[in-house]
């Protein structure tokens, strides 16, 4: 069984600034890619940043120089550092890894249970 727990959401004003981090348990071999997505209410999901098993980033263009993702291989998580935040980064965000469970096993995908973050004066 894998476990993906998510935690440092919270209210912050506008202009602040908030660290995610996800971190995964369980019977884990290998993890390839690491994302973040939010839903704000009304809205469906989208893909904030992601990272590759090799460290490469992308980002949605609403958040590029302003949030910066990185990952801790050794301790099967990835971070979501949020800067200059702005009332409509107001979602609940959650992460996604693709992982696989032995040697032989293909990749599945994985998600967190969510954490609001809340930009607000």
């Known amino acids: 069984q894998v476990q993906l727990v998510e935690s440092g959401g919270g209210l912050v004003q506008p202009g602040g600034s908030l660290r995610l981090s996800c971190t995964a348990s369980?019977?884990?071999?290998?993890?390839?890619?690491m994302t973040w997505y939010r839903q704000a209410p009304g809205k469906q999901r989208e893909l904030v940043a992601g990272?590759?098993?090799?460290?490469?980033?992308d980002y949605a263009d609403s958040v590029k120089g302003r949030f910066t993702i990185s990952r801790d291989n050794a301790k099967n998580t990835v971070y979501l550092q949020m800067d200059s935040l702005k009332p409509e980064d107001t979602a609940v965000y959650y992460c996604?890894?693709?992982?696989?469970?032995?040697?032989?096993?293909?990749?599945?995908?994985?998600w967190g249970q969510g954490t609001q973050v809340t930009v607000s004066s």
């Open positions: 996604n890894m693709a992982l696989t469970q032995s040697a032989w096993s293909r990749f599945n995908d994985y």
């Open positions: 369980g019977s884990i071999f290998s993890i390839g890619a």
């Open positions: 990272i590759s098993s090799r460290s490469s980033t």
